[in-house]
């Protein structure tokens, strides 16, 4: 055995997920903006841009976060790590006046473990979970919020308005909606993100069936820009749209694999292959024919534009297969199942 088959067999690529590599295509033309080649960026690691009457949009290009600049003070949306002290750079870049209130879109870290950067003074504002998890999990960059609402709360500041909404369960408990209706901006974090197919496991969610229903309910908001939390693109409308199709094909594919590998014929195979003592081998090559089954099905589907998804959205072949297992999970835990086992029928797929 050579040096490099030693290294793949005994190293880490032995065990665990495959490696991405040279095989998977570039990202789509227009992925990276002009703005992620700017010596601006490149020095300062940060971009700021006003989308429309005050409402800024504030990028590290893997997060992003918001602003909106009013008369009587600047009311922050979230506070990323990536985008730390350069939160109030981007802010002084365009305005003198302070920052009044903090938005948390949800309680995690890594959108809002900055917003200590505010000081002590700011209002808080955020869904009561996300409040009560945050005492629960106390964390000094992550102040508690001093303002919290259980379904709607309107944030008036300087003559600027904020709809705050929260709709149930998605990403995560408290992960709020907050719309701009004057600018017609939308923010939603951790749910779709323009441009790419999203971080894998539809974005680390927990309620992938409130995850799918927060899609639709963000289509239904009349909006000319789109906040997603994620990467290197604020959205518009149509951008949205496209990354709500591809996951309506993750979802389809899930929904065709676990119909069909649950069926006792196609246990009984794995379990032949494996044999019924090795359990969770088999368990695990019945998880993976589902997610590869899921997978193939979305790579290989012509999108609605005829192209393929890797071809219009970033991250196509990398993330599908992580989105593709979390969905059948969810579709095997929060959906109704195919294979209700009547008394008499169906007897352990070892003695088949
Ligand atoms: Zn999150």
Not at 47 to 68: C, K, Q
Not at 138 to 150: C, E, L
Not at 156 to 176: A, M
Not at 310 to 330: C, D, F, I, N, P
Request: glycine content about 8%.
């Amino acid at each position: 055995m050579g040096v490099e088959d030693s290294r793949s067999f005994y190293g880490i690529d032995h065990y665990g997920f495959p490696r991405a590599g040279a095989d998977d295509p570039v990202d789509p033309e227009g992925y990276y903006p002009p703005y992620f080649r700017s010596e601006h960026f490149q020095r300062y690691g940060y971009h700021v841009e006003e989308l429309r009457g005050g409402f800024h949009w504030v990028t590290s290009a893997g997060y992003d976060a918001a602003f909106v600049v009013t008369e009587q003070g600047v009311v922050v949306i979230d506070a990323p790590p990536t985008l730390g002290e350069n939160m109030l750079a981007a802010i002084e870049d365009v305005t003198d006046q302070p920052v009044t209130h903090v938005i948390y879109s949800h309680w995690h870290t890594d959108h809002i473990g900055a917003a200590s950067v505010f000081g002590p003074d700011v209002e808080i504002v955020a869904h009561r979970i996300t409040k009560e998890l945050l005492e629960r999990f106390p964390d000094p960059k992550r102040p508690v919020p001093t303002t919290t609402f259980d379904d709607e709360l309107v944030l008036e500041v300087g003559g600027e308005i904020l709809q705050l909404s929260y709709k149930g369960e998605n990403h995560c408990p408290g992960n709020i909606f907050v719309y701009a209706p004057r600018q017609k901006v939308l923010t939603a974090v951790d749910i779709v993100s323009p441009g790419s197919v999203t971080f894998m496991h539809c974005d680390a969610s927990q309620n992938i069936s409130g995850w799918y229903e927060a899609q639709s309910q963000i289509l239904a908001y009349d909006f000319d820009f789109f906040v997603g939390g994620h990467h290197m693109h604020y959205g518009t409308y149509e951008q949205v749209k496209l990354c709500v199709e591809y996951f309506a094909d993750v979802l389809e594919g899930a929904t065709a694999a676990v119909e069909r590998f649950s069926r006792s014929d196609a246990l009984a195979d794995i379990v032949a292959d494996t044999g019924w003592d090795r359990m969770f081998v088999g368990t695990e090559n019945w998880i993976n024919s589902m997610a590869n089954h899921t997978t193939r099905h979305v790579l290989e589907k012509k999108t609605s534009d005829g192209r393929l998804w890797w071809e219009r959205l970033a991250g196509a072949t990398t993330q599908t297969k992580y989105h593709a297992y979390t969905v059948l999970e969810s579709i095997r835990l929060e959906r109704p199942r195919p294979d209700y086992r009547l008394r008499g029928e169906n007897p352990p797929v070892f003695l088949t």
